[in-house]
């Protein structure tokens, strides 16, 4: 059986208790006992003189029977057991006991031993030395004391007797008392003690279980149960109480590991609940990267072969060009192959126009960057083609925050980015539409971004990863698939990002995110339109 630590506590305390008390008690009891032995001892003593003094003068006059008159009736009285005369050869001359009268008292008795232990015997002894405790023939405890009846020298004149001047001891006279009072007595001193004891021990120990129920039981059973819950994963609970003793320390440590652990169990559960989100960003973002590094791979590789490729053909192009154009001149030509030469010229200026995108691809001009506005850029781009598109049915809408930071670019570059992307979206848009242009920056202040949205045809989302490479492209037989290609490199060599938004049949966005550089743009009022600052400007 598992003792709690309440018991175990009560009953040590308990026990040592009761071991110091019962000590305490024994030598109470002891002490009183000796107190009350010596008490009685001279309270005999005190009988004993009392009753050689009263009968001294009897005895001179040799008057026995008084005497012996005066000794029964102090005899009578309810302690004394009884008393009795010896003379110096030990015979029992008088005793209240009549069958002791006229024997012979043996030396070696208790109630001559005290003086006939030496070989001399003693005449002068002191009280305690002259007392016997022992039981009489019915078995009872008494106290005896013998008190010396001494020779003096009126008993030696006397005319009624005569004692030699030298004796020095007459008698003795044995007065014999019960100890049952004074045992009574004692016996309930010692009652009382246990009874004490006992009420003391009883008061002790409830009182000791309320303060150790309080004061240390109490808060370990509260930091045992807290204990229990902070295994179960249990940790919005605090010990209560405390104080400035330890326990009040180890309750305020307790609590603020508490916390801790609470703090702790937050952070790993929202790092386990956001992991998942974490690693998919992440891995999007490396996946983005990857694709980022091996377009740039592919562009540097097709670039270079471009470039070869360029160079080769291009003469060839050229002297087909200014010879099928001299024979389209001709007039020897007949009329009736002059529609196929102009095929040839048509399709060789359209072979020249693919090796100047090809030329421009595998150049890769250093951008000639300075401070300039983002907003005045396009807005001198969409001058050049907005009432081109305008015939196309297509309404520009303008949406420029104001106080756009400077952009460090290469103004013709980035012109020609915004070309490629306005041309685009018109032709994502045959019979007409939106074109709305943004631009604002991002909720990183230093990064602007314009946003190109159209409300064409939109593009397969299977062909979303692959626009910006060479040679692709959605427009069939009208477009080279080089524009878009020459543009991402743009942006990059401007620290800028291109990223694509299209769903089939609602439209394209291209978002171009540029790196916002400090300093101040010197603008020309006559190049800047209302455009730059206002909202929501429509050109038709």
């Known amino acids: 059986m598992r003792l709690r630590l309440i018991t175990k506590f009560t009953l040590v305390s308990a026990a040592l208790l009761l071991f110091g008390m019962a000590l305490l008690a024994a030598i109470n009891i002891q002490t009183l006992k000796t107190l009350l032995e010596e008490e009685a001892v001279r309270d005999l003593d005190n ?14 006059e040799d008057d026995r029977e008084r005497v012996y008159q005066m000794i029964r009736e102090v005899g009578s009285q309810k302690e004394i057991e009884h008393i009795r005369l010896i003379n110096k050869d030990g015979t029992i001359i008088f005793s209240t006991d009549q069958a002791e009268i006229g024997t012979m008292l043996d030396k070696k008795t208790e109630a001559c031993n005290m003086c006939h232990a030496e070989d001399q015997p003693l005449v002068y002894v002191s009280s305690m030395n002259r007392s016997r405790i022992f039981s009489d023939r019915n078995g009872k405890q008494v106290l005896g004391m013998a008190k010396g009846i001494y020779g003096e020298r009126s008993c030696s004149t006397a005319s009624c007797h005569f004692h030699p001047a030298d004796a020095k001891i007459l008698g003795v006279l044995d007065v014999i008392v019960s100890r049952e009072g004074m045992l009574a007595q004692t016996i309930s001193y010692r009652n009382n003690i246990l009874a004490l004891t006992f009420v003391l021990l009883l008061l002790f120990s409830l009182c000791l279980t309320l303060l150790v129920q309080k004061m240390i039981n109490g808060p370990i059973k509260n ?14 609970g605090v010990v209560e109480g405390g104080g400035g003793d330890e326990l009040g320390e180890l309750t305020t440590a307790f609590n603020t590991m508490t916390v801790n652990l609470r703090g702790a169990r937050e952070e790993i559960s929202g790092w386990a609940s956001t992991l998942e989100q974490r690693v998919e960003e992440r891995t999007r973002e490396l996946k983005e990267m990857q694709s980022r590094l091996l377009r740039s791979e592919k562009l540097a590789s097709l670039g270079e072969l471009a470039a070869g490729i360029a160079h080769e053909i291009n003469n060839p192009l050229t002297g087909i060009l200014m010879f099928s154009s001299m024979v389209i001149d001709d007039r020897r030509l007949d009329p009736a ?40 850029i396009m807005e001198l781009t969409l001058g050049l083609v907005e009432h081109q598109i305008a015939v196309q049915g297509i309404r520009v809408v303008r949406d420029f925050a104001g106080n756009l930071p400077p952009v460090l670019v290469d103004p013709n570059q980035l012109e020609q980015v915004f070309m490629n992307m306005v041309i685009n979206a018109s032709q994502a848009m045959p019979q007409g539409g939106t074109l709305t242009v943004r631009i604002e920056t991002s909720s990183r202040p230093e990064t602007l971004c314009i946003g190109i949205a159209d409300t064409g045809c939109g593009i397969p989302e299977e062909d979303l990863g692959r626009i910006f490479d060479p040679f692709f492209s959605t427009k069939d037989q ?63």
């Open 337 to 376: 192959l002059k529609g196929d030469v102009e095929t040839i010229v048509r399709e060789t200026g359209r072979c020249a126009e693919i090796v100047r995108g090809l030329l421009n691809f595998a150049r890769e001009t250093v951008p000639q960057k300075r401070l300039d506005c983002a907003a005045r």
């Open 47 to 60: 009988l004993s003189e009392t009753i050689i003094r009263t009968t001294h003068y009897q005895m001179l």
């Open 223 to 236: 930091l045992l149960l807290h204990t229990v819950k902070l295994s179960r994963g249990e940790f919005d």
């Open 478 to 540: 009208r477009g080279t698939g080089l524009g878009l290609a020459v543009s991402f490199g743009i942006i990059e060599n401007h620290q800028g990002q291109i990223e694509v938004e299209s769903r089939l049949g609602e439209g394209t966005t291209i978002t171009i995110s540029l790196p916002v550089a400090g300093g101040e743009v010197e603008e020309n009022p006559e190049e800047v339109t209302e455009a730059e600052s206002g909202q929501g400007t429509v050109a038709h």
